[in-house]
């Protein structure tokens, strides 16, 4: 037990001396929070960080937007992607650097961590808008959702063995035996990372709740739909599961609670639906592996 008490300790301690994420996030933060900001509110917020704006025009350039012009200037991209897409990139790339300090050697199981991350947010933006709600912060919320995981690993090192709790190897994660292991697990810990960074509080709790939607008291609805995302991204490599199965059969057993809170919230249960998402991230896959390279660039 004291064993798992220094652990714990270890843990707490990394999240509380973690460093701080660059201006730049808080700025974006205040500035896309106020709904009376202009776009040239935007762009002075962002404009000293150079490295921040090169990573933009990169990603406004990438295959992901797909945009039929060179997106050549700051205030362009603005335009084109919009106040969300910009707080998203920010947010987004700010946390996916704050962990560049892993060693190299672990490069491929950190790659596979981001993608899943990356096609978590994609899938969460997507069924966002496929059910009418404003998809805000879902992208981000997505790629982010399980930085507790990475935290994890800068304390404890080879003891969180990456490839059993960083890729969930072998079951689709490894949530509940973590916390038996540890004593604290990786939504708890992900989101303490987002307090101390200041993130909106609808962040911080789709995070900490990704893995048990029932335990948020408010704006569950969030968690809930990061859940299915995560489930979904997790699909993508273990298609195997489909076989012989309904899409419905296998979503509410590997989520047995998910469907009564669904239509507790009011959310239409439609598996048709449903697997029209995952068709479409299957799709959308195919950009998961340029995204080490647009966010950390
Ligand atoms: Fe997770
Ligand atoms: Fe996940």
């Known amino acids: 037990m004291d064993g798992q008490r220094d652990t714990e300790k270890m843990i707490w301690d990394l999240v509380d001396n973690f460093p701080?994420?660059?201006v730049v996030v808080t700025k974006v933060l205040e500035?896309?929070?106020?709904?009376?900001?202009?776009?040239?509110?935007?762009?002075?917020?962002?404009?000293?960080d150079q490295s921040m704006c090169i990573a933009i025009l990169k990603i406004a350039?990438?295959?992901?937007?797909?945009?039929?012009?060179?997106?050549?200037?700051i205030e362009r991209a603005i335009m084109v992607l919009g106040f969300n897409e910009i707080r998203s990139i920010v947010l987004g790339r700010a946390v996916v650097n704050s962990f560049s300090s892993i060693p190299a050697k672990h490069r491929y199981s950190v790659n596979c961590f981001w993608e899943h991350s990356f096609l978590c947010?994609?899938?969460?933006?997507?069924?966002?808008?496929?059910?009418?709600?404003?998809?805000?912060?879902?992208?981000?919320s997505g790629l982010i959702h399980d930085v507790g995981k990475l935290a994890m690993f800068l304390a404890l090192g080879d003891e969180y063995d990456p490839a059993k709790w960083m890729l969930g190897a072998g079951r689709l994660e490894n949530y509940g035996q973590e916390k038996k292991q540890f004593l604290v697990d990786h939504p708890l810990v992900g989101g303490k990372l987002l307090q101390k960074w200041d993130f909106p509080q609808s962040l911080i709790l789709a995070v900490a709740y990704h893995h048990n939607p029932e335990g948020c008291e408010k704006g569950r609805g969030y968690?809930?739909?990061?859940?299915?995302?995560?489930?979904?991204?997790?699909?993508?490599?273990?298609?195997?599961?489909?076989?012989?199965?309904?899409h419905e059969e296998l979503i509410c057993s590997f989520l047995p609670k998910l469907k009564e809170q669904w239509i507790e919230l009011n959310l239409p249960w439609d598996p048709f639906t449903m697997e029209?998402?995952?068709?479409?991230?299957?799709?959308?896959?195919?950009?998961?592996?340029?995204?080490?390279?647009?966010?950390?660039?």
């Open 121 to 140: 947010g994609l899938a969460a933006r997507n069924m966002a808008e496929g059910l009418g709600l404003q998809s805000g912060d879902f992208f981000v």
């Open 223 to 246: 968690p809930l739909i990061l859940q299915v995302a995560d489930f979904y991204a997790h699909l993508i490599n273990h298609p195997h599961l489909l076989n012989g199965t309904s």
């Open 20 to 22: 701080s994420l660059p």
């Open 31 to 48: 500035v896309t929070e106020d709904p009376d900001s202009s776009a040239q509110d935007l762009l002075q917020a962002i404009l000293p």
């Open 276 to 297: 029209t998402w995952y068709s479409w991230l299957k799709i959308e896959a195919r950009h998961g592996s340029q995204v080490m390279s647009l966010l950390t660039s």
């Open 61 to 73: 350039n990438s295959a992901l937007f797909g945009q039929p012009k060179k997106v050549s200037s």
